[in-house]
């Protein structure tokens, strides 16, 4: 009897060793130009489209109108949502064009909370879209939207110093994806990997912006671990969309995984 009760005892402990199975997390950013192509074109049938294509779990979109003319006064988070299958969230930037102007996010996955943060404003006001998604291993980590300021270095800092204030009190792995507007080795950039996150890097094409003739990298994913998950990037990689937007959207593939 008791060579029996060891024996399950053994089984018991191997397999809280092996602890949950790794989670594949593909997740994509996509500045859309409020649904308007390279040639001024209404172009959302098509960005989703390529979304679909790409079957992200998550999904960052950058430069959203909601129930604004020039779109058509529709509500274009709605829309994506209802084109790809995911449960859609809109953070306002401003009042504009007898609507509202800002970003969204797109998800499949549970969402326990969603946060939009209200960031210092540059040439336009700015927000971030945070959520807290429950992964089906148990597994808890935040998501990050960001579009941050075209125009000075001096309003991306600022920007970017309070969304990681705010992301050190989750204390959570975290995932930064987005326009961040900022070259590799720029202020903003630095700052992000001074705070402990680090780019998934490119390997093959980089750049980004214009999708036509890219010309700059300055749509990025930023990943940041904690001592009980780590996030390991498996392959990211940048469309060779250069109609559909002005921007090329970016995929990556991630394991989530408890250490």
């Known amino acids: 009897m008791r060579r029996y009760f060891l024996i399950l005892l053994t ?8 602890g949950p199975k790794p989670y594949s997390l593909t997740v994509m950013s996509y500045n859309v130009r409020h649904g ?20 992200p779990h998550w999904l960052g979109l950058q430069e959203i109108d909601h129930f604004c003319q020039r779109s058509g006064s529709i509500d274009q988070t709605k829309k994506y949502g209802k084109l790809t299958g995911m449960q859609g969230y809109f953070g306002k930037f401003m009042d504009f064009d007898s609507g509202e102007y800002g970003m969204a996010v797109l998800s499949n996955l549970p969402v326990e909370k969603t946060k ?8 336009e006001p700015r927000v971030a879209i945070i959520q807290t998604l429950l992964l089906p291993n148990t597994l808890k980590i935040a998501l990050v939207n960001v579009h941050f300021d075209w125009t000075k270095p001096a309003y991306r800092l600022p ?8 992301l050190e009190d989750l204390q959570l792995p975290t995932i930064i994806l987005g326009d961040y507007n900022a070259k590799p080795g720029s202020p903003t950039l630095d700052f992000f990997q001074k705070s402990g996150f680090h780019p998934v890097q490119k390997s093959d094409s980089t750049l980004t912006w214009p999708a036509d003739n890219p010309r700059v990298e300055i749509d990025h994913v930023f990943i940041r671990n904690t001592p009980q998950v780590r996030i390991t990037p498996k392959h990211i990689m940048v469309l060779d969309e250069p109609t559909a937007s002005d921007h090329r ?3 990556a593939q991630l394991v989530i995984e408890q250490r």
Do not use: F, R, W
Not at 11 to 18: F, Y
Not at 116 to 123: C, D, M, S, V
Not at 159 to 166: K, V
């Open 159 to 166: 920007q970017a110093e309070t969304l990681i204030n705010y």
């Open 116 to 123: 939009i943060l209200k960031l210092p404003a540059g040439a």
């Open 11 to 18: 089984i018991i402990l191997a397999g809280c060793q092996h």
């Open 36 to 55: 308007i192509s390279m040639d001024g074109n209404p172009s959302m049938d098509a960005q989703a489209g390529i979304i679909n294509q790409q079957s």
């Open 249 to 251: 959207p970016v995929v």
